[in-house]
């Protein structure tokens, strides 16, 4: 099982949908979660972390389900601009790095 | 925001040579820097952690003796592709994170140099 998967898309929605990426990781002693954003040859940047109680930034929520190793980002209301690549992060166990999915890529469309 | 900085943006070499890519944090003080690779449509791959000072910690797999990385200060870090050959072409990107920019996993991210070997 690879430590971070997420299902590669692509998600090719109309503006203004709400679209929901899922991901899983396997090390269970993993303590911190995130979403990246990486738009096309560019490098990745921080999207937003992820919290057990769940977080909400603007028209991102994102939600972390520990007991399924399972973690979601929920965008609403979409634009444009949230066309890229979604990349799912973990820290690892020692909190000395971090490991990417592979990402999950976006297409909104008008 | 820290400002992460890396050149070459792209480069084109041919094989057999060596290329230097630098890393550069240019409003902080990075005491880690790290290495990733990303192929195409695949995810970043950590290659290594350096610490100002310090030799690198290479990821498994990675070999030290091709892909050699100097952390001589606190905002430069450079990472040397050896002897480089087709299968080293890829986009190489760096990090960086410091005291000033919070905590550990507050990676800022360079913009990535394109590597295409011949």
């Known amino acids: 099982r690879k430590e971070v998967e997420q299902d590669p898309g692509p998600f090719n929605v109309p503006e203004g949908a709400t679209v929901a990426f899922n991901c899983t990781y396997s090390?269970?002693?993993?303590?911190?979660f995130f979403w990246y954003r990486q738009d096309c040859r560019k490098e990745p940047k921080l999207l937003m972390s992820?919290?057990?109680s769940g977080n909400e930034d603007g028209r991102f929520t994102a939600q972390l389900n520990r007991a399924s190793q399972y973690i979601s980002l929920l965008i609403r209301d979409s634009k444009l601009s949230d066309s890229a690549t979604y990349l799912c992060?973990?820290?690892?166990?020692?909190?000395?790095?971090?490991?990417f999915g592979k990402g999950t890529t976006l297409s909104v469309s008008s | 925001g820290a400002v992460v900085s890396q050149h070459p943006s792209w480069v084109i070499c041919k094989s057999g040579t060596s290329v230097k890519i630098e890393c550069r944090s240019l409003?902080?003080?990075?005491?880690?820097m790290f290495w990733y690779r990303q192929f195409p449509k695949q995810s970043l791959m950590l290659m290594a952690t350096?610490?100002?000072?310090?030799?690198?910690?290479?990821e498994q797999g990675v070999e030290k003796d091709k892909f050699l990385i100097n952390h001589a200060s606190l905002t430069l870090s450079t990472l040397t592709v050896t002897s480089a050959h087709p299968e080293d072409s890829s986009f190489y990107i760096c990090?960086?994170?410091?005291?000033?920019?919070?905590?550990?996993?507050?990676?800022?991210f360079g913009p990535g140099t394109r590597l295409t070997v011949l």
């Open positions: 350096s610490n100002e000072g310090s030799k690198a910690t290479y």
């Open positions: 992060v973990v820290g690892n166990q020692a909190g000395t790095a971090l490991i």
């Open positions: 992820v919290y057990s």
């Open positions: 990090s960086a994170s410091g005291a000033t920019s919070g905590s550990w996993y507050e990676q800022f």
């Open positions: 090390n269970s002693a993993s303590q911190s």
């Open positions: 409003d902080f003080q990075a005491t880690t």
